[in-house]
């Protein structure tokens, strides 16, 4: 799952702003960009894109912070 | 699409219904006007098996899918009067257990999982602090590492079962920095220094379970004790949340179903200018909305267990039941009360006990507020 796949979901699909420009290394989470509500349907989402499960202990900070983490994350599922 | 229950459905929930009425309602006022846990009736119950029910076989459960456990949760709520009884029972499965069974350790199952389905034990489940209620990740309880063990400093608050329980999963910020993402989750048992139950607290309903605070005051507790990852603790709560919030109100529905029995019967049997007061639609409308309501409700719930027993996502699901089971409990108990009349506002009937009953659902689990927030939020608003 691309970056600019995660991206575009967030943006379109989360923000509901397709102006919104996420970067790479930008905080999802500190930054509150995403709510709790708005990481559980991101999780949802990559779970029915990738067809696998993400524990819930999994979706921590270091995996979700970033756009980058979360690509290693999956990575590292594959 | 199938409506049907299975023979052993049909079978299970008629025995949880006959074992609840014949044995889990006794002294009833007399404890809620108490305020008085009934260890005895918990016992009753957990013997009865329903501690286990949903917890698989190789754990000592009875290994039952969530759709046949909620059947049979609604029996026990149609049969026992006890509304707190099945509330904890409830608050317990699906808060305490599915947690625990879902992020513990062998060590940890081993240890904490085999007495509470024995009933033996009862825990408690600490998150909400005096200054964060709706807005549940905000703690200023800490667990700071210190070698192979954590300290553990805070004070929780409305605790079910925080006074009596034998040990309590507990959440607490190991990096205050990172928000609820710096939250891990904690075993901790009752008797370690610097744990503190204080006592019971009085309430407006569900008077025999008991609440209270929790204190944790220089607690030092095994590093093992960490419940899951570190930093996992917002997401382990939002997991065994979505269970709670699914499953949890299930007896509401007996309850109602209970309510509409005795309402008929009251209305056939009362009578006013010469025929019963069933026949006058002032008396019969309201009772045609209890049963609207509880069918209603049957469908949400039954849906959203059966989307949880595939892994399928019920967010949306589970944030409907939550929010119409806990206010279709009140409107039904209200009603039942206005056709009982000054009949339904002695305590003798019970009828007034279930209104109070009732309001609990509106706060406990994520308030009503909340699970409309996250309807609108899944909504796209």
């Known amino acids: 799952m691309s970056i600019e796949a995660l991206a575009e979901f967030i943006r379109i699909e989360l923000l509901d702003d397709e102006n919104q420009k996420i970067g790479p290394d930008d905080d999802l989470l500190l930054s509150e960009l995403l709510n709790s509500l708005s990481v559980t349907r991101l999780v949802q989402h990559i779970e029915e894109q990738q067809g696998i499960i993400v524990p819930p202990e999994d979706v921590t900070l270091e995996n979700f912070r970033t756009l980058n983490a979360i690509q290693t994350y999956l990575q590292g599922r594959a | 699409m199938n409506f049907e229950w299975t023979p052993s459905q049909e079978s299970l929930a008629a025995g949880a219904l006959a074992f609840a009425k014949e044995s889990l309602s006794s002294d009833v006022i007399a404890r809620d006007r108490d305020g008085t846990f009934s260890f005895e009736l918990w016992k009753r119950a957990a013997d009865f098996g329903v501690l286990g029910w949903a917890i698989p076989t190789e754990y000592g459960g009875a ?11 609604e029996a026990l709520g149609e049969g026992c009067q006890d509304n707190g009884l ?84 507990v959440f607490a910020a190991t990096d205050p920095s990172a928000g609820r993402w710096g939250l891990s989750a904690f075993l901790a048992d009752a008797e370690t220094p610097g744990y503190t139950a204080h006592p019971v607290e009085d309430k407006m309903g569900l008077r025999t379970v008991p609440f209270g605070r929790v204190t944790f005051d220089g607690c030092r507790i095994p590093a093992a004790n960490l419940l899951g990852k570190v930093g996992a603790g917002a997401s382990i709560f939002s997991f065994s949340q979505g269970w709670e919030r699914s499953l949890v109100l299930a007896p509401q529905l007996g309850a109602m179903a209970r309510q509409i029995k005795e309402a008929v019967a009251f ?23 209890m049963h609207l309501r509880l069918e209603t409700g049957r469908l949400l719930l039954y849906k959203t267990a059966w989307l949880q027993d595939r892994g399928l996502p019920n967010l949306m699901e589970a944030a ?45 689990g994520g308030t009503t507020d909340i699970q409309r927030n996250i309807i609108a939020g899944l909504l796209g608003l």
């Open chain 2, 63 to 73: 290994g039952h899918d969530l759709v046949t456990t909620v059947r049979m949760m």
């Open chain 2, 320 to 364: 409907l039941t939550k929010t119409y089971l806990a206010e279709a409990f009140r409107e039904s108990s209200l009603a039942a009360l206005a056709i009982r009349g000054g009949d339904g506002y002695k305590t003798a009937t019970g009828v007034e006990r279930d209104v109070r009953d009732s309001i609990g659902g509106l706060i406990y």
């Open chain 2, 86 to 169: 099945t509330f904890a029972l409830g608050a317990q499965m699906w808060g305490v257990q599915t947690a625990l069974l879902h992020f513990g350790t062998k060590e940890q199952i081993a240890k904490y999982l085999p007495r509470s389905i024995s009933g033996e034990a009862v825990a408690a489940y600490c998150i909400t602090e005096e200054s964060s209620g709706s807005d549940a990740f905000h703690l200023q309880t800490t667990a700071v590492r210190d070698g192979d063990e954590y300290v553990l400093n805070g004070e929780k608050v409305l605790i079910t079962f925080g006074p009596i329980a034998e040990f309590a999963i």
């Open chain 2, 267 to 289: 209305a056939k049997k009362r009578r006013r200018a010469g025929v019963s007061i069933g026949k006058h639609q002032a008396v019969a409308h309201p009772i045609a909305d």
